[in-house]
């Protein structure tokens, strides 16, 4: 069969396939790895995975493949201490192995767990050095539980807050606002809830660049909407019965995850819509409108939809949402609404 161009034709045997854009998911400490594990074991597929870490036995026990000590001369793989400082200058220290780990990236995301040494510490640096490569950058990060302490959230606030300053889009999941979501659940079931929200952000915006779907979206759209954005809302949304794009799509928007903030006015926005096989394009346009109707009019929109087996009877939505007009810093709950040490 010949194909047709603007500027004459050729054959479709003369056309080279395209390589596949590459994504890493770097995990990044204790919290970054436990998460990173969790993407393992529930088969997330189309990405590489790559665990840091201070912690000699830690790395040792990771299900990745691709593992790398970080500063082994300052920590000798004993671990960071739960000091930011010393996980900074390990990182540091390996700054060379990272180049060289992440060169060639496409799209980087790097996932921690806020508030502890090293991930706190050196994901600033391996969003750094990810840019400097010229990988796309998503920080994807969980706030520590309020029990944690104060010193252990002030730490995180001001990790996050350094690591804005080196990533594309930032995406900050409060551990504390999951308690909405879950309710009374057992304190392991707790912190296995966060890691799962990391993957599914991940999921939600790999997905639509590496599973066939019913709409297909390419990594320059993505990029379109993530390069250099700030600070990103991440929405879930499960619905099921004869409402479901409606439920989903509503769920996602209002999403407990979202905080005090709300998707309105946003300028960007990914929107991964999954189903099983009896997903209708009745489906897919009910959930999109009730997104495009809370966003910028003008807003630049990828919707991808994907098609799972195992979600027959549900629709699953997952938003994005950048572009927002205050577009600033990193805001902690500590300047919003902590009250001070003193």
Same mark, same amino acid.
């Given at each position: 069969?010949?194909?047709?161009?603007?500027?004459?034709?050729?054959?479709?045997?003369?056309?080279?396939?395209?390589?596949?854009?590459?994504?890493?998911?770097?995990?990044?400490?204790?919290?970054?790895?436990?998460?990173?594990?969790?993407?393992?074991?529930?088969?997330?597929?189309?990405?590489?995975?790559? +665990?840091?870490?201070?912690?000699?036995?830690?790395?040792?026990?990771?299900?990745?493949?691709?593992?790398?000590?970080?500063?082994?001369?300052?920590?000798?793989?004993?671990?960071?201490?739960?000091? !930011?400082? =010393?996980?900074?200058?390990?990182?540091?220290?390996? $700054?060379?192995?990272?180049?060289?780990?992440?060169?060639?990236?496409?799209?980087?995301?790097?996932?921690?767990?806020?508030?502890?040494?090293?991930?706190?510490?050196?994901? !600033?640096?391996?969003?750094?050095?990810?840019?400097?490569?010229?990988?796309?950058?998503?920080?994807? +990060?969980?706030? !520590?539980?309020?029990?944690?302490?104060?010193?252990?959230?002030?730490?995180?606030?001001?990790?996050?807050?350094?690591?804005?300053?080196?990533?594309?889009?930032?995406?900050?999941?409060?551990?504390? $606002?999951?308690?909405?979501?879950?309710?009374?659940?057992?304190?392991?079931?707790?912190? $296995?809830?966060?890691?799962?929200?990391?993957?599914?952000?991940?999921?939600?915006?790999?997905?639509?660049?590496?599973? #066939?779907?019913?709409?297909?979206?390419?990594?320059?759209?993505?990029?379109?909407?993530?390069?250099?954005?700030?600070?990103?809302?991440?929405?879930?949304?499960?619905?099921?019965?004869?409402?479901?794009?409606?439920?989903?799509?509503?769920?996602?928007?209002?999403? #407990?995850?979202?905080?005090?903030?709300?998707?309105?006015?946003?300028?960007?926005?990914?929107?991964?819509?999954?189903?099983?096989?009896?997903?209708?394009?009745?489906?897919?346009?009910?959930?999109?409108?009730?997104?495009?109707?809370?966003?910028?009019?003008?807003?630049? =929109?990828?919707?991808?939809?994907? +098609?799972?087996?195992?979600?027959?009877?549900?629709?699953?939505?997952? +938003?994005?949402?950048?572009?927002?007009?205050?577009?600033? #810093?990193?805001?902690?709950?500590?300047?919003?609404?902590? #009250?001070?040490?003193?």
């Amino acid at each position: 069969m010949e194909m047709v161009s603007g500027s004459g034709s050729f054959t479709a045997a003369g056309i080279q396939p395209s390589q596949s854009a590459r994504i890493e998911v770097i995990g990044v400490g204790g919290g970054g790895s436990n998460a990173v594990n969790r993407m393992i074991l529930s088969d997330l597929e189309g990405v590489g995975y790559r +665990v840091l870490n201070t912690d000699a036995q830690a790395l040792i026990q990771s299900q990745a493949q691709q593992r790398l000590q970080l500063g082994q001369t300052l920590t000798r793989g004993l671990g960071a201490g739960g000091n !930011p400082t =010393i996980g900074q200058k390990a990182a540091e220290e390996s $700054r060379t192995d990272l180049h060289d780990a992440l060169q060639g990236s496409d799209l980087v995301f790097i996932a921690a767990g806020m508030g502890g040494g090293t991930g706190t510490g050196a994901a !600033p640096v391996v969003a750094e050095v990810a840019r400097e490569v010229g990988a796309l950058t998503v920080g994807i +990060v969980t706030k !520590p539980f309020g029990f944690e302490g104060r010193r252990r959230m002030r730490q995180a606030d001001e990790g996050i807050a350094r690591l804005a300053e080196h990533v594309d889009t930032l995406i900050v999941i409060p551990n504390d $606002r999951l308690r909405d979501a879950i309710g009374g659940a057992p304190l392991q079931e707790a912190f $296995r809830s966060a890691d799962d929200v990391l993957r599914m952000g991940v999921k939600g915006i790999s997905d639509i660049i590496t599973c #066939p779907g019913l709409v297909n979206v390419d990594f320059a759209d993505v990029r379109s909407v993530m390069t250099e954005a700030g600070t990103a809302l991440l929405g879930i949304g499960i619905g099921s019965g004869r409402s479901r794009a409606v439920e989903a799509a509503q769920a996602a928007i209002a999403s #407990p995850l979202l905080e005090t903030e709300r998707i309105d006015g946003a300028k960007g926005c990914v929107i991964n819509i999954s189903g099983g096989k009896d997903m209708t394009l009745e489906d897919m346009t009910t959930a999109s409108e009730v997104i495009y109707d809370v966003v910028d009019p003008e807003a630049n =929109i990828i919707v991808g939809a994907v +098609v799972d087996e195992a979600l027959e009877g549900e629709i699953h939505v997952t +938003v994005i949402a950048t572009g927002f007009e205050n577009k600033q #810093p990193y805001r902690s709950e500590r300047s919003r609404s902590m #009250p001070s040490d003193g």
